[in-house]
Nanobody, 133 residues
Framework: EVQLQASGGGLVQAGGSLRVSCAAS????????IGWFRQAPGKEREAISC?????????????VKGRFTISSRTASSRGAKNTVSLQMDSLKPEDTAVYYC?????????????????????WGQGTQVTVSS
């Protein structure tokens, strides 16, 4: 069973930093594209960053490029977890949203570069990020 467990987030002032992480299990971690979406109140969910585990490439939405950094760590010992993290720097009030990690069995980050199909992704629970002005 695919499981994605998000953690991190919280409240920070504009200009500050936060890190959200996603612990993944139940699937071939190195064969999936894994990344983050976010949904602000009253807005549609948007793709913001993806890590292609096959070739190590990354995708960022224009709105976060240069401020957010996605990273991936494959578990190296028994009991450790595969994780994908999003380091968010220079945060702005418009970054306020619920952040969701998602995994796509097709490894090319296709749904982070164009329209996505929610039903074809595995989703973790959201984690709230609030940036005060």
């Amino acid at each position: 069973e695919v499981q994605l467990q998000a953690s991190g987030g919280g409240l920070v002032q504009a200009g500050g930093s936060l890190r959200v992480s996603c612990a993944a299990s139940g699937f071939g971690f190195d064969d999936y594209a894994i990344g983050w979406f976010r949904q602000a109140p009253g807005k549609e969910r948007e793709a913001i960053s993806c890590f292609n585990k096959v070739d190590g490439t990354t995708v960022y939405a224009d709105s976060v490029k240069g401020r957010f950094t996605i990273s991936s760590r494959t578990a190296s010992s028994r009991g450790a977890k595969n994780t994908v993290s999003l380091q968010m720097d220079s945060l702005k009030p418009e970054d306020t949203a619920v952040y969701y990690c998602a995994a796509d069995p097709f490894p090319s980050c296709r749904y982070w570069s164009g329209p996505y199909r929610a039903s074809e992704l595995y989703w973790g629970q959201g984690t709230q990020v609030t940036v005060s002005s």
